[in-house]
Structure formats: structure tokens, C-alpha cells
């Protein structure tokens, strides 16, 4: 069994090095067209072959989401698109639509195609009609549990993968083919401009009750009856890779590099004692909680083990532990001091804490004694986004990395 791979979103590129900075395998991102994330940043032609070197050069890859449900006019220009993608040298293209397929085939018959999740792929004859349409990776739809991920495994022929997710938000509709958002206004989810309508607060009226509306009340503030809570598989590593996951998926383009940051760190760490010490080896309770401290809401296992706890009833708001502080933008070994680019306020006094890719500082207390603007002037006060700091410590922290504080304790 080769070795599983860690993938993680990239919504534009600041995005892409931090999570290859923090430990994915392969990143996935959008083209300014054909993807199901209208509101990322995404990458125009340019940036997107820059995005591909930069990976490349790091002996990673990177694979462009075209899963458009796409309509007559979607096709304007699509073919331009994947000769474009395949000379530019990206490792795969996300597909949901069979007509977006054949036209990828026709065009550049020699670029692997990864079958997106959209295309609700729960079964095994579903599975091996792809793989016969020339999909190599199977991406499976998220209502697919572990013993089904095994059946499909050991169906298909050994050259195809499997994709699934194992972090970040889920969609209560089926495979993300939700309406929702269309109808209330006029924002197509299919078309990669959702608003996220099933987070809203909902309420129901009687017929005979006129206009007098009854909220689902779970509570006093109410429920939020379509609001998914977000799947985590941190604790099942191993349970994953031995029924035959190959690429391990964290949802998440649209969310923040100190999300990406985050998460990918922690699964990095846990694939990686999977290897070294085996299916039975003990997660340390540092990665568990690791995924508390970013944003986040209730977490479930989703599907996987036929439990279906996904429905978040209380809110739709998500929680966290921790906020983003400064990233680090490299450090001066002649006068020990940390180089960082504030991101959110804090003051000489404050403890932060380390996310790094390197284990030796990682979750680390950095306590603010002293700093300094960048004319070298001492400041007790750091409130300007984005400006440069420059701190005095023995860390020698990496390039990316981050520190954050504390700011609540959210989880129950």
C-alpha cells in the first residue's frame, strides 16, 4: 500500500504556500472560471501557472477544481481552458459534469481527471463506470460510509484512487446539489455562488395560523434545522487509510490561511504517527485539540460510521479557541529578533502561542516583553494591521509560521 496523501484547499496563493509550508502532499484550487468557488480568490491563467511551479518546485502537486454543473454557454471557451491547464503542467482537474469530461478527453486526453465529490459517487458500479470513462481518482460523495469506502476499494481495479474527506464544513444537502441558495437568492450553489443560505435561523408556519410564524425551538435562540456540523476524522487515521482512502481531503477554500494553517499541521502529524507507529498508535491529545483552536463548529464524523450526527442544532456561528495574531516573515540572527506582520492587536505582557511546522516550537509560549516598529523604536502597542514587528527571542521560527492567543474556551 502506498502511502496516503494529504491534500489540502488552496483559494489563492497565499493560501497554497501555507498549507505546502505546513505538510500537504497536494493542494487543490480554482481557475477564475469553471469551479464551485465563485467567491475565492481563485487564480487567473497567470497566477495559476505560478501556483504550479511554486508546487512543482517542492516536489508536490496540484490539482484545479472544473466542477462546474455546466450549462451550454459554461462550455465557451473550455477547451482553451484544459489545453491551457495540461501545458501549463497541472498534475489533475476536478470533474463533475460527464459533458465537461468528454471535453477534457477530446482535448488533452493525456491530463489525469479526478471525479469531484458533486457527482455523488456512494457505490461501487457507480466507482468502476467512472474509472471506464477515464477518471483515475474516484473523490467519494460524503454519505459514503467506511464499510461502502472498502466494498468500492477492493472493486475497482488497483490504478484507480480513492479520494474522501476527512476535515472542514459539510452540506446538509445531498453531495453539496442544494437549491437552497438559488431560491432565496438567486445564488446558484451549483454554479459556485452559494450564500450559505442553510446557516440562517428558520422558522415554520401552520396553515391555519395565517401569518403568525412558530420558530423549531431547541432553545431560546432558536434552531438552525439545515446547519451541518463540520466533520472531523482526526481520531480515524488509520481506520481510513486500511479501508483504501489514498488522498486525504480537508474541505476549505474559502477559509482563512490560519484555518488551512491549522489543520493541515494537525493531520501532517497524525498521518505521520500512523506510519511510524501503526493503526493502534495513540493520537496525543495535542492534535485533538489543535482543531478547537481555529474556527470551526460542532464536529461529527459524518457519515463514516452510520451514526449521521450532522445536523448542528444550536447555531449556526462557528466557535474558536484561539485568534490569529502575526505570521512570521523570517527571523534576523545577528540581533535575535523574530520578524512578524501583525494580523490581530496585541500589547507587550501578552502570552502567544506558536503554530509551527517545526516540532521543536510548535505550541510553544512566546511571552511579549519587548518589540520594536520597524524604525526600531519600541512600542508596548501592536494595532496596526499588517505592519512589521520585530520581537527578541531565541525562536528561530520559520517563514509562515504563526502565532496566535487564547481567547475563549468554546468547547463543551
Avoid at 450549462?71 to 482553451?80: A, C, E, R
Avoid at 478527453?105 to 456512494?122: D, F, G, K, M, Y
Avoid at 437549491?179 to 422558522?203: F, H, I, P
Avoid at 520597524?374 to 512589521?388: C, G, T
Wanted: aromatic content about 10%.
Amino acid at each position: 500500500m502506498k502511502r496516503v496523501e494529504l491534500l489540502a484547499p488552496a483559494g489563492d496563493m497565499n493560501k497554497l504556500k501555507t498549507a505546502l509550508h505546513f505538510g500537504a502532499d497536494a493542494v487543490y484550487v480554482g481557475g477564475s472560471k469553471f469551479s464551485l468557488r465563485a467567491n475565492a480568490k481563485n487564480f487567473g491563467e497567470n497566477e495559476l501557472a505560478e501556483a504550479v511551479k511554486y508546487t512543482h518546485d517542492r516536489g508536490k502537486k496540484i490539482y484545479v477544481a472544473t466542477n462546474v454543473f455546466a450549462d451550454n454557454s459554461d462550455f465557451d471557451g473550455l477547451k482553451d481552458y484544459f489545453a491551457s491547464l495540461y501545458d501549463m503542467g497541472v498534475d489533475a482537474v476536478i470533474i463533475s459534469d460527464p459533458g465537461v469530461l468528454s471535453v477534457c478527453r477530446e482535448v488533452a486526453p493525456n491530463l489525469e481527471i479526478h471525479l469531484s465529490t458533486q457527482a455523488n459517487t456512494t457505490n461501487k458500479y457507480s466507482a468502476k463506470f467512472w474509472a471506464e470513462q477515464g477518471v483515475k481518482r474516484i473523490v467519494l460523495a460524503r454519505e459514503t460510509s467506511m464499510k461502502d469506502v472498502k466494498e468500492i476499494r477492493e472493486f475497482l481495479p488497483e490504478q484507480y484512487e480513492i479520494e474522501a474527506f476527512v476535515h472542514g464544513a459539510m452540506c446538509i444537502a445531498y453531495s453539496g446539489r442544494c437549491l437552497l441558495s438559488n431560491a432565496l437568492t438567486g445564488r446558484s450553489s451549483n454554479k459556485g455562488d452559494c450564500v450559505q443560505a442553510c446557516r440562517w435561523e428558520y422558522s415554520i408556519v401552520e396553515t391555519n395560523r395565517g401569518g403568525n410564524p412558530i420558530t423549531i425551538g431547541q432553545e431560546e435562540r432558536g434552531t438552525y434545522l439545515l446547519n451541518s456540523k463540520d466533520l472531523n476524522m482526526i481520531e480515524h487515521i488509520g481506520e481510513l487509510a486500511e479501508a483504501g482512502v489514498y488522498s486525504f481531503k480537508i474541505e476549505g477554500r474559502m477559509k482563512s490561511p490560519y484555518y488551512v494553517a491549522s489543520v493541515v499541521n494537525a493531520y501532517r502529524q497524525a498521518i505521520d504517527l500512523y506510519y511510524a507507529e501503526g493503526k493502534d498508535a495513540k493520537l496525543p491529545q495535542m492534535l485533538i485539540d489543535e482543531l478547537y483552536k481555529n474556527s470551526h463548529r460542532d464536529y461529527t464524523t459524518g457519515f463514516y460510521f452510520g451514526d449521521r450526527d450532522t445536523v448542528c442544532l444550536e447555531t449556526s456561528q462557528p466557535k474558536c479557541d484561539y485568534e490569529f495574531i502575526a505570521e512570521v516573515k523570517g527571523y534576523d540572527e545577528k540581533r535575535g529578533l523574530l520578524i512578524v506582520e501583525m494580523r490581530n492587536r496585541f500589547a507587550l505582557g501578552d502570552e502567544l502561542e506558536v503554530l509551527s511546522a517545526s516540532r521543536e516550537y510548535l505550541n510553544k509560549a512566546l511571552h511579549i516583553e519587548k518589540m520594536y516598529n520597524e524604525e526600531m523604536s519600541p512600542i508596548d502597542d501592536a494595532k496596526i494591521v499588517q505592519q512589521l514587528i520585530y520581537i527578541p527571542t531565541d525562536m528561530k521560527l520559520l517563514d509562515r509560521d504563526i502565532l496566535r492567543k487564547k481567547v475563549a474556551k468554546n468547547r463543551k
